[in-house]
């Protein structure tokens, strides 16, 4: 059975920082990239960052870049999203999913084959 579980998220302060994890199961870590996502309430879902597990690639969408970085350990099949500076705008709740690649990574939904049930962050003012 696949699973990908997602957790680390939380209340903090505007300026704070949340490390998110997605520890993965039931399928090749190597033969995927794993991204994150996030959906505040009342808009679209929206790719933040990914990392492909074969070969260590990561993209982080602009509205990220120097705030937030993605990691992996693949000894314990386990994505990190480290999350400092965070804005009252980070606020969603954040999902981790999975495609397969050969290479790269790419934060499009429509790639996925697999998705967590997301954990919760919100960033007070």
């Known amino acids: 059975e696949v699973q990908l579980q997602a957790s680390g998220g939380g209340l903090v302060q505007a300026g704070g920082s949340l490390r998110l994890s997605c520890t993965a199961s039931?399928?090749?870590?190597?033969?995927?990239?794993i991204s994150w996502f996030r959906q505040a309430p009342g808009k679209a879902r929206e790719g933040v960052s990914c990392?492909?597990?074969?070969?260590?690639?990561?993209f982080h969408k602009d509205f990220v870049k120097g705030r937030f970085t993605i990691s992996s350990d693949n000894a314990k099949n386990t994505v990190y999203l480290q999350m400092n500076s965070l804005k009252p705008e980070d606020t969603a709740r954040y999902y981790c999913?999975?495609?397969?690649?050969?290479?790269?990574?790419?934060?499009?939904?429509?790639?996925?084959?697999?998705w967590g049930k997301g954990t919760q962050v919100t960033v007070s003012s």
């Open positions: 999913a999975a495609e397969p690649t050969t290479s790269g990574c790419h934060v499009d939904p429509l790639g996925m084959d697999y």
């Open positions: 039931g399928f090749t870590f190597d033969d995927y990239a």
């Open positions: 990392i492909s597990m074969g070969h260590g690639r990561t």
